[in-house]
């Protein structure tokens, strides 16, 4: 949503880094091209007008002139404005303290209020909430049909009493005897009377804003009184999300803004509009077409993602959703013991990986993946697909010890996973180079190969060694040299049985120490060591 704005300030900010001061004309050209780029994203005039202001005139001020580095200055200052702009700090569904709460999604036709009713009464239901969905939009043909598959999809009831327009009527137009403020009142009743803690009502909309519509809208908020309105806005309409938003804050009123269809490939100027305009705050954004893929909006995380400073804990939280914490236990064990990584660990995590989420728009949220947004346009998904093909298509003992792996075997695997030999022998070159990264994990000082730095992986440190046992060291060849060798083999004999081990050398005859009782010389023996 968010690339072409990105790219823009990212660029500028790189012109500020090869300047050690800045002067007023280097704040005033940084401050024209922010402003372009704003202009080009859609952001509405009086908020680009109050934002460069802002931006200039703490630019010039002491903040930055006394600063080690006024550049890096300059970008704190641009993200600190534009976590402003974006409504400040995180605000948070207002739940009511005598259920059910109701929340009122309100907004024009196509904005992708049913599909977010399913996503919301999801994200609900996965809080530990019981939410009730209720079909108030009775005009749009089949709306009640699709709200009741997407209620099922999220394991959520339904309150439909009313059909709808079933496709028969023409246009957008109430059937007979359809009344959706009464269904909506009716609606709330059924989760007082159930028991249900959280009513979503969905309501009807139009291709444009009209009277017809605000009087539905506003009898509806009046019948059931909601704890929250939600304004849901297409973030791909630009600068007329401002007027939309402005007629429905004047008409029906909202506490929220939901933002719908933020993986496209639109600008995002309707994201930095609507609450500086609205005054109200953006509380959930919708960021692709399942009903997992529901956000809560966090406007530092999201000012770090314009900024290509990446969203790590966005990350982190997915990643916790997604991942099995007992299988991540037993890896972390595995790595402990010192055992080795195999292929079926790697399937493992690399199906863990794929729950959370797309893996383009997981790598979009790691820091400075703005410089490499050709390669991740690039990139493929199905290369994941044809991974997992591959290690399925091995035999258990394969995937235990690929080193097995000769050309007849990779040329079966091949034909069964419909790929290349060249295909598996770039996977075993990758998996190869992940398995030396684990075994520098598990001894714990080497870090990642590449990245200094990185430390011992937590659990694999002094203190979790002196709390588990070290994994055992492999033993040293024998010796040659027949004296040599039986010392080594008294001293491991010693370990064992929790004896000191001899002495060193350097007694009479170049003896390894003096006898033990368990193991006496005979005179056999001092004439085999001096032959």
């Given at each position: 949503m968010f690339a072409t704005l990105s790219d823009r300030l990212t660029a500028t900010f790189r012109n500020l880094r090869t300047k050690g001061r800045l002067s007023e004309a280097d704040v005033d050209a940084t401050v024209r091209e922010i402003r372009r780029a704003l202009l080009d994203a859609d952001v509405a005039v009086p908020v680009v007008r109050a934002f460069t202001g802002a931006i200039r005139e703490r630019a010039l001020s002491a903040e930055v002139s006394q600063a080690l580095n006024p550049a890096q200055q300059v970008v704190k200052i641009v993200h600190d404005e534009l976590v402003s702009v974006l409504g400040g700090a995180t605000r948070e569904l207002r739940f009511a303290k005598n259920p059910p709460t109701v929340v009122l999604l309100a907004g024009l036709q196509g904005a992708g209020k049913t599909t977010l009713a399913g996503k919301l009464a999801l994200w609900l239901r996965d809080q530990g909430h019981t939410p009730l969905l209720v079909a108030a939009d009775l005009q749009r043909p089949n709306a009640v049909t699709q709200l009741q598959v997407v209620g099922?999809?999220?394991?959520?009831?339904?309150?439909?009493p009313h059909p709808g327009n079933q496709g028969s009527n023409v246009g957008d137009v109430l059937p007979a005897g359809a009344d959706p403020v009464a269904v909506a009142q009716a609606g709330v009743e059924q989760a007082r009377a159930k028991l249900y803690d959280v009513v979503v009502v969905d309501t009807a909309g139009r291709l444009?804003?009209?009277?017809?519509?605000?009087a539905q809208a506003a009898a509806i908020r009046?019948?059931?009184?909601?704890?929250?309105v939600l304004f849901v806005v297409d973030a791909m309409i630009g600068q007329d999300a401002v007027t939309t938003a402005r007629a429905f804050a004047d008409g029906v009123g909202f506490t929220g803004v939901v933002l719908s269809k933020l993986d496209g490939d639109a600008r995002g100027g309707a994201a930095l509009s609507v609450t500086q305009v609205t005054g109200a705050p953006v509380l959930f954004a919708s960021t692709g077409e399942k009903l997992v893929d529901l956000e809560v909006f966090h406007p530092d995380r999201m000012a770090s993602r314009i900024l290509?400073?990446?969203?790590?804990?966005?990350?982190?939280?997915?990643?916790?959703?997604?991942?099995?914490?007992?299988?991540?236990?037993?890896?972390?064990?595995?790595?402990?013991?010192?055992?080795?990584?195999?292929l079926s660990d790697f399937l493992v995590q690399l199906q863990q990986l794929r729950s959370a989420g797309p893996l383009k728009k997981m790598l979009g949220m790691l820091p400075g993946m703005g410089q490499m947004r050709e390669a991740l346009d690039s990139f493929d998904e199905r290369e994941v697909d044809r991974v997992e093909a591959i290690i399925r298509s091995m035999t258990p003992a394969e995937r235990a010890n690929p080193k097995i792996l000769n050309g007849s075997r990779r040329s079966r695997i091949a034909a069964g996973s419909g790929t290349r030999v060249a295909d598996i022998n770039d996977l075993m070159t990758r998996f190869e180079?992940?398995?030396?990264?684990?075994?520098?994990?598990?001894?714990?000082?080497?870090?990642?190969?590449?990245?200094?730095?990185?430390?011992?992986?937590?659990?694999?440190?002094?203190k979790a060694r002196g709390r588990t046992a070290p994994p055992p060291k492999r033993a040293k060849g024998r010796s040659g040299n027949p004296a040599k060798r039986a010392e080594q083999e008294r001293a491991a004999r010693a370990r064992a049985e929790g004896g000191s081990p001899p002495a060193a050398p350097g007694s009479a005859f170049g003896l390894g120490g003096q006898p033990t009782p368990e193991q006496p010389f005979s005179p056999e023996d001092l004439q085999k060591y001096l032959k």
């Open positions: 099922e999809q999220a394991g959520v009831p339904v309150f439909a444009g804003v009209d009277a017809e519509m605000m009046d019948a059931t009184r909601p704890d929250e290509d400073m990446g969203d790590v804990l966005t990350l982190i939280e997915q990643a916790e959703k997604a991942f099995d914490a007992e299988q991540t236990e037993k890896f972390a064990d595995k790595l402990i013991k010192g055992e080795d990584f195999t180079a992940a398995q030396t990264m684990m075994r520098q994990m598990a001894r714990g000082g080497g870090g990642m190969p590449g990245m200094p730095g990185m430390g011992r992986m937590p659990g694999t440190g002094k």
